[in-house]
């Protein structure tokens, strides 16, 4: 394609009224006006669709919040059945994550591309431990017999067999959709770690890390809820 | 450029305190409150989540725009949860029609 070549004694006057145009970063697309409106559009985007996330775990927290009212007593009495030590290890687990998350955006908005890597590892290992811990506690409600409607048993109270199975079908179905977004996390952040090694993101342009930053705090985010609501309903009354 | 960086500092002092309200909220649901058990539970979980959006997620240094589109998600979710509890505690409230 032929460029348009802009006459010399037009081309100062343009300079000056428009040098972000002629002058752009190699990374600005030219749909943006700057890099600073680039950077708010994605992450303006980004929030778009974390308030969709909300929405669509908004249904399920509605949910649980009608049938928990409707039924007090037998979510409290499935406490007992809740590992609730390995659930406040996962909830440290996941802040470690978004601590060195935190970090990694950090280090790629200043350029360190070592560190970057090295957060982003870190990252990706507290994923995989907190979705380890999760495949323990899966098991566990399957030794138990207490995956709902597959050879449910709850003899402790079997009044409230019906009912309890409402929240382990709540419990799977929620922790399930959040270890779903972690899976997931953790292939954005695979993603990431190859493109920050092949050297891909600068000071200047980093906006992969930072809205895949903004997406793994919100799951961090679904668990804090997650966590008091699954795991400790009723401790205080069984211990 | 884009955002201005915040220190190692911050985020560490951001995360200890997350820790130590997942503690805090693990033991305490351990103490008999009758009915504050989940309101405390709620308000830890609250607190935590708004540290990790204002730090975390850069809403602090983020533009109006973008705080905006933040408060509307949350507004949604309570009108959601709102309007359906609005719903399933109030159907005692008026008489039921008797068979006819």
Redesign the interface.
């Known amino acids: 394609m032929r460029r348009t070549r802009i006459p010399t004694s037009r081309r100062s006057k343009l300079a000056d009224t428009h040098s972000a145009v002629l002058e752009h970063s190699p990374d600005l697309q030219h749909h943006f006006d700057d890099?600073?409106q680039q950077?708010?559009s994605a992450?303006?985007g980004m929030?778009?669709f974390?308030?969709t996330e909300?929405?669509f775990f908004?249904?399920m927290?509605?949910a649980y919040?009608?049938y928990r009212?409707?039924y007090p007593g037998a979510f409290a009495s499935t406490s007992k059945h809740m590992a609730?030590?390995l659930g406040?290890t996962n909830?440290?687990v996941l802040?470690?994550s978004?601590?060195t998350?935190?970090?990694a955006v950090?280090s790629a908005?200043?350029g360190q591309r070592k560190l970057l890597i090295w957060m982003l590892i870190l990252t990706m290992i507290f994923g995989l431990a907190f979705l380890g811990v999760k495949a323990v506690e899966y098991h566990d409600k399957y030794v138990e017999h207490l995956i709902p409607g597959w050879d449910f048993q709850y003899e402790e109270d079997p009044q409230y067999w019906h009912q309890a199975q409402i929240l382990f079908f709540l419990y799977f179905a929620m922790t399930g959709f959040h270890a779903l977004h972690m899976i997931v996390g953790v292939g954005i952040l695979t993603t990431l770690l190859v493109m920050a090694m092949r050297n891909r993101f600068s000071?200047?342009w980093y906006t992969p890390v930072?809205i895949s930053?903004?997406y793994w705090?919100?799951v961090?985010?679904v668990w804090?809820?997650l966590?008091?609501?699954l795991y400790?309903i009723g401790?205080?009354?069984h211990? | 450029m884009t955002h201005e960086v915040i220190p190692v500092r911050v985020y560490v002092a951001i995360w200890a305190i997350l820790v130590f309200f997942t503690f805090t909220t693990a033991a305490v649901a351990f103490i008999d409150m009758g009915p504050f058990n989940i309101v405390v539970a709620l308000t830890i979980a609250v607190i935590k989540m708004l540290l990790v959006i204002i730090w975390f997620m850069h809403v602090k240094q983020a533009d109006n725009l973008t705080r905006l589109f933040v408060v509307a998600g949350f507004f949604w979710m309570a009108i959601l949860i709102f309007v359906t509890l609005s719903d399933y505690h109030t159907r005692e409230w008026l008489p039921l029609p008797h068979m006819w």
């Open positions: 890099m600073h950077f708010d992450t303006l929030w778009v974390l308030l909300i929405m908004g249904g927290f509605a919040t009608i009212g409707l609730t030590w406040a909830t440290a802040i470690c978004s601590l998350m935190a970090l950090r908005q200043l000071p200047a930072e930053g903004l705090h919100f961090d985010i804090i809820f966590f008091p609501l400790l401790l205080h009354a211990k």
